[in-house]
Each structure stands twice: as structure tokens, then as C-alpha cells.
């Protein structure tokens, strides 16, 4: 029997002062709010849609589950709160709670991520147990666990979140028989120059209704 894929989108409610705070020292925070909700629609558009996988937007603060008009109105796309914690905290949570199959955990605030990506993190799931998108700046843009036949001990512990040792923390946490593959190199936009660097670049169209 074939297992059902989870696609997790991890996502901050969409409102000025609370999102991309590094970038709105740089561009503003109403250019910075800008950019967060249109990199959101067009990622859970673009991700959410596909049969491949179920796709969750969990979002943060829990209440703002509750408010279906913040998020974008992709058909199918379960909405739910991301729990209490850190990071890692909410981020174990569906890898050890979810239904049965492999969970692929992806942040909304990554402009260039596209279906291939996320098809490729499934696809080495079949023949490893932990997947990294990793970051130039030593983080990672995406995480996916097997589940079987168990979730890794040490999952997220010790991490020095928000910090170039982030994805190596990560894995220096994972027992040493885990078997851990990488995919394609993405950043969020963290900066003015980041942001500056992006818009400078060519971006296939997204339609959209």
C-alpha cells in the first residue's frame, strides 16, 4: 500500500512588523510585507495544487488559523496552527505526529522552490532517512523525515537556530546510522541585497485564477 505524502508549509501570519524583520530594516516593512505575502500565494499556489502530495499550512500564532481570509484560498490545502515552542519544537511535531508516510517541511518565504524540489525531497526519502534543502548561509530551506521505521532520535536538538551552524547542528544531532541526503541549494530573502539580487533575476510567471 502506498503511503500518502505530507507537504508542510510553514508560514507567520502576514502582517506588518511581524514578517521578514531583517528585510524590512533594509527595504521597509510595508516593501518587506509585500514581498512575504506574495512569495506565500505564490508558493502554496504553486506547491499546494499538486496530486502528488497532501499538502499543511501550519502557521503561527495558532489563532491566526482561524482566520481563513489571511491565507491564500488554494483548494485542499489543510490549515493548522503550529504549536508551541521553538523551531525545531513545532517543526518535530508533524514529522512525529502526522499520519503514516514521509513529511517534507518547507518554509513559505522561499521564492524560487517549485514542485521539482519538493518531488525530489520524496523521492530520496525512499532510499534515506532525513532530507536537507540546504542555504548558503548555512541554514536549510528544507527538512524531510522517512518515519520509518521511526523518527530519528536528537531530531532538531541543540540547534543554533537563525545562525550559519544551523543545518550542521542539525545533522551532528542525528544518530550516525541515519542515512541523510541533500537536495538543491535555495535561500529565503533575508536582505536588502538578497531582495535587490532576486528582483534582478528572470522568474517564470505563476498563473493563478
Not at 505530507?6 to 531583517?22: D, I, N, Q
Not at 489543510?78 to 505526529?97: F, K, T, Y
Not at 526519502?125 to 548558503?136: E, I, N, Q, T, W
Amino acid at each position: 500500500m502506498s503511503l500518502t505524502r505530507h507537504l508542510v508549509l510553514f508560514a507567520r501570519a502576514p502582517r506588518r512588523g511581524a514578517v521578514k524583520r531583517r528585510l524590512a530594516a533594509d527595504i521597509g516593512a510595508g516593501a518587506a510585507l509585500a514581498f512575504y505575502r506574495n512569495t506565500l500565494r505564490d508558493v502554496v499556489w504553486r506547491l499546494g495544487r499538486d496530486p502528488r502530495w497532501t499538502t499543511w499550512l501550519m502557521v503561527t500564532p495558532d489563532a491566526a488559523a482561524k482566520s481563513p481570509g489571511l491565507w491564500p484560498p488554494v483548494p485542499g490545502v489543510r490549515l493548522i496552527g503550529q504549536g508551541g515552542g521553538d523551531l525545531g519544537a513545532r517543526m518535530a511535531w508533524p514529522i512525529r505526529n502526522f499520519p503514516p508516510g514521509p513529511v517534507v517541511v518547507v518554509g513559505s518565504d522561499i521564492p524560487d522552490v517549485t514542485p521539482e524540489h519538493v518531488r525530489d525531497a520524496f523521492d530520496a526519502l525512499g532510499r534515506h532517512d532525513m532530507v536537507f534543502g540546504p542555504a548558503s548561509d548555512g541554514g536549510y530551506w528544507l527538512v524531510g523525515a522517512r518515519r520509518r521505521p521511526s523518527v530519528p532520535k536528537g531530531l532538531f536538538s541543540d540547534v543554533r537556530w537563525s545562525t550559519g551552524h544551523a543545518l550542521g547542528d542539525t545533522i551532528a544531532g542525528l544518530p550516525k546510522s541515519c542515512a541523510v541526503a541533500r537536495i538543491a541549494t535555495l535561500d529565503d530573502i533575508d536582505t536588502g541585497a538578497d531582495w535587490r539580487s532576486w528582483r534582478a533575476r528572470p522568474r517564470r510567471r505563476i498563473r493563478r485564477p
